[in-house]
């Protein structure tokens, strides 16, 4: 369904992966507009529970209202995944994770996700926290800024931006989007066709958010969450998500750890998950065509053993 908030990205094959059963409860842990639970809810009306969380309340509240009318149990949960043994106390049969933030987040010019005009630097997908991408702009010296620009936005002109970004603030601090899109715009001179302060945006809203350590810790615990057969279905947007659920899956998988120099295995590693694509799955082309920011998306599934 397209909504006037979010584009769900691959929402058939999500839900189609989830093996949906009647009496079965299922967990949507990044309900954004709620497009997958919404999907869930029109594709079976026989399950037990679906299990709802985001760690933005706004968006919870919107996504309540889209699934009012919705025939199955729906619980709320604003909270964030990486805490998830503390935010459900059951077991579940498939869990679905769309990894980033939504359209709604990222058009609203109060949450300072995107790099338009007039956007204040914040980038907070949970509004009560302290930290945001002003303070980081603003506070972080320049080894800190410039790995912050290499880890997570795989920036290759780290160093230079995060000087000229120390240069700058140290006559007039830094406020807008529109001042940072033009510091960096100095270093990177548009040789390429994406804007040059999309990497400098992901970075730092990967770091304010805590995106990839939340995605660690959620899949070191997904295991105990789901029952055996259970699905986990993850949808990533950018290389260094995608990267840390290949290897979850692959070493969960995998039956032993120990060095092959070894005779014999004593690590007592267990197979956790079975991985169902060799190969991610991606969005078909006429998804592309009707909603190109879909075109990164990856999807990778497991089944809990
Ligand atoms: C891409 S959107 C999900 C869109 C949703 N599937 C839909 O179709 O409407 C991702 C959502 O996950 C939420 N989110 C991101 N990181 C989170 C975290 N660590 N814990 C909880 N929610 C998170 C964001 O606030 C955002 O609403």
């Known amino acids: 369904m397209k909504s006037d908030y979010h584009f769900t990205v691959m929402k058939k094959e999500a839900v189609e992966n989830l093996n949906l059963k009647s009496n079965g409860t299922y967990l ?13 809810t029109n594709t079976r009306n026989d399950i037990n529970k679906i299990i709802c ?5 706004n968006s919870l509240e919107i996504a309540k209202l889209r699934l009012a009318k919705s025939k199955n149990k729906i619980e709320f949960i604003c909270g964030n995944f990486s805490d998830i043994d503390k935010l459900i106390n059951e077991k579940v049969d498939g869990v679905i994770l769309d990894l980033g933030i939504s359209t709604y987040q990222l058009l609203n010019i109060k949450r300072g996700f995107s790099f338009k005009k007039g956007n204040k630097l914040d980038m907070r997908i949970n509004q009560n926290q302290e930290l945001t991408a002003h303070k980081i702009i603003n506070t972080y ?47 990177n001179k548009g040789s390429s066709n994406i804007e040059p302060s999309t990497r400098t945006f992901q970075a730092l809203r990967i770091a304010v958010n805590n995106e990839l350590e939340a995605i660690v810790k959620f899949l070191e615990k997904s295991e105990k969450i789901l029952n ?18 290949k290897k979850f899956f692959k070493l969960s ?34 998804e592309v065509l009707l909603n190109p920011s879909s075109r990164s998306a990856k999807m990778r599934i497991g089944e809990a053993l």
């Open 253 to 286: 998988e995998s039956k032993c750890t120990c060095p092959p120099t070894k005779m014999s295995c004593d690590c007592n590693k267990k197979q956790t998950f079975k991985i169902i694509t060799k190969r991610p799955l991606k969005p078909t082309k006429n």
């Open 228 to 245: 055996k057969g259970g699905r986990l279905v993850i949808i990533t947007f950018h290389s260094l998500e995608d990267r840390i659920v």
């Open 53 to 57: 969380i985001d760690a933005d309340y």
């Open 141 to 187: 010296s320049v080894k800190e800024l410039s790995e912050l620009l290499m880890n997570y936005g795989e920036e290759k002109n780290h160093f230079q931006i995060a000087s000229e970004i120390a240069r700058q603030r140290s006559k007039k601090e830094i406020t807008t989007s529109d001042e940072l899109t033009e510091i960096v715009g100095k270093i």
């Open 28 to 40: 949507d842990a990044t309900l954004g507009m709620g497009g997958h639970t919404i999907e869930i």
